[in-house]
C-alpha cells in the first residue's frame, strides 16, 4: 500500500525516533509499505517518520545506480549491490569516514527542492534486519550518502540543516515556493476529481 509522505512543516520529522524494540508483523508490513511508497515517489531512500510513525526504520534502494558506488561490501567481503536492494533496516549506527564530499541532494518530504550538501564520503553502517541478522554495509557513493541521510531522519535531522550559509538565506523563500506548489497540485487534483464526478453524472 503507498502511503502518504509527511511533508516539512510537520513535527513527526523533528522527533528523535526510539528505536525498533521487536520485529512485528506491523513492523513487516510497514516495511513493505514504505518500499511501495518510495518506489511510487522515484525515491532512493524513505525513512518512517517520513510516513509519520517515529521508529528507526528505513528503507534504501540505489540497484538503478550501482556505478555511483565504488565499493559495497557486506561484512567485510565484496558484495553484489542488487542482490541487497531494497535495503530494510532498523537501529542504524553510523561510522562515517573522515574524507568529505559534496553532492546534490533531495528529499521526499521536500518536494522539488535540491541542494549541494557535504557529507564524509564513506561510511561503516551496522545495521540490524527484518529477519533478524546484523550486518556491517561498507561503501561510498550514493549508498553512503542514503545511509546517512535516512539515518539523520530517524533522529530528527534533516539536509536543510547541512546546507551552506549561501543556501540559508534563499532556504525560507524556496519552502514557500514548494508550499504553493503543493497546493497548486493539491486544488488541481481537487479540480480534476470534481470534473471526474461530473462526467460520472453525465453518462
Ligand atoms: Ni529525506
Not at 521487536?22 to 517518520?49: N, Y
Request: net charge negative; hydrophobic share 40%; glycine share 6%.
Amino acid at each position: 500500500m503507498v502511503l502518504p509522505i509527511v511533508i516539512y512543516g510537520d513535527p513527526v520529522l523533528r522527533v528523535d525516533c526510539p528505536p525498533v524494540s521487536e520485529i512485528t508483523e506491523e513492523i513487516r508490513t510497514l516495511a513493505r509499505d514504505m518500499t511501495e511508497t518510495m518506489r511510487d515517489a522515484d525515491g532512493v531512500g524513505l525513512a518512517a517518520p517520513q510516513v509519520g510513525v517515529a521508529l528507526q526504520l528505513a528503507v534504501i534502494d540505489v540497484a538503478h545506480a550501482p556505478e555511483l558506488q565504488t565499493y559495497f561490501r557486506v561484512d567485510g567481503q565484496e558484495a553484489v549491490l542488487s542482490e541487497w536492494m531494497p535495503l530494510v533496516f532498523i537501529n542504524p549506527e553510523i561510522t562515517p569516514g573522515r574524507a568529505r564530499e559534496e553532492s546534490t541532494e533531495g528529499c521526499l518530504s521536500f518536494p522539488g527542492l535540491r541542494y549541494q550538501i557535504k557529507r564524509p564520503a564513506q561510511v561503516s553502517a551496522r545495521l540490524h534486519l527484518l529477519d533478524g541478522r546484523t550486518i556491517t554495509v561498507e561503501t561510498d557513493g550514493l549508498l553512503a550518502r542514503a545511509l546517512q541521510h535516512e539515518t539523520d531522519h530517524l533522529h530528527g535531522r534533516l539536509f536543510i540543516d547541512r546546507i551552506s550559509a549561501a543556501d540559508k538565506l534563499t532556504l525560507k523563500r524556496r519552502l514557500r515556493e514548494m508550499y504553493e506548489d503543493i497546493e497548486a497540485e493539491e486544488r488541481e487534483a481537487r479540480r480534476a476529481a470534481r470534473a471526474a464526478a461530473r462526467a460520472d453524472r453525465a453518462t
